[in-house]
C-alpha cells in the first residue's frame, strides 16, 4: 500500500496529498504516518513547497473530517435511545448513561477533538461522536483545523529534514502511537470502574 501511496503523490502532487489525506480520514487504516512524511521529502526535489502540502493535506483532513461528522449526525442520540431501548438489557446501558455522555462531550468535545486530532487512528474516528453529538458546526471545523494543521506541520516539517530518510520516522510513530493508545485503554478502564462501581452503589 505505501508504494501506492507514494506513486500517487508523486504523480498528481497538491491534488494527491488532498486526497490521499482526505481518503485517509473516512479510511483510517491508510496512514497519515505514511503520507505526510512522503510529502515533506517530495518538497526537497520537486517543485512543492512545505506550506503548500501542509495546506494541501489540512484540506484534505477537514474534508474527511466533515464526512464523518454527518456520518455522526445521521447516528444521533434519538438513534441510540431506540438502540437502548432494545438492547439495553443486556448492553446494561441506560438512557440516562446516554445523555450523561452526551452532556460530556458537549461540555468537553471541542478540546478532545482538538487533541485527538494528533492521535493515529483515533484522530479521523473522533469526528463521528462530534456528529453525534450535534457539535456546532463552525467550533467543530475550527477546532479539527488546528489540531490537524498542528500534526501536519509537525510531520510535513520532519519529513522534510530527514530527506531520504523520511521512512524513518514511522518507526518513532509506531511507538508514539502505542503509548497514545495505552494511556487511552487505561483511560477507559478506569472510567468502566469507576461506572460499574457507581452503578452498583445506586
Known sequence: MQNWITDFMEQFGYLGIFLMIALENVFPPIPSEVILPFGGFMTTY??????GVVAAATAGSVVGAIILYGIGLLLDV???EKIVDRWGHILRVSKKDIHKADAWFDKYGYW???FCRM???I??????PAGMSNMKFGLFVIFTTIGTLIWNIILVSVGAALGESWEDITYFMGIYSNI???LIAIGIIVFVVL??????RS
Open 180 to 182: 497514545a493508545y495505552a
Open 195 to 200: 461506572f460499574i462501581r457507581k452503578k452498583k
Open 119 to 121: 492521535i493515529p487512528l
Open 46 to 51: 520537486s517543485g512543492l513547497t512545505i506550506p
Open 78 to 80: 434519538e438513534r441510540l
Open 112 to 114: 478532545t477533538v482538538l
Open 123 to 128: 484522530r479521523s474516528l473522533i469526528s463521528i
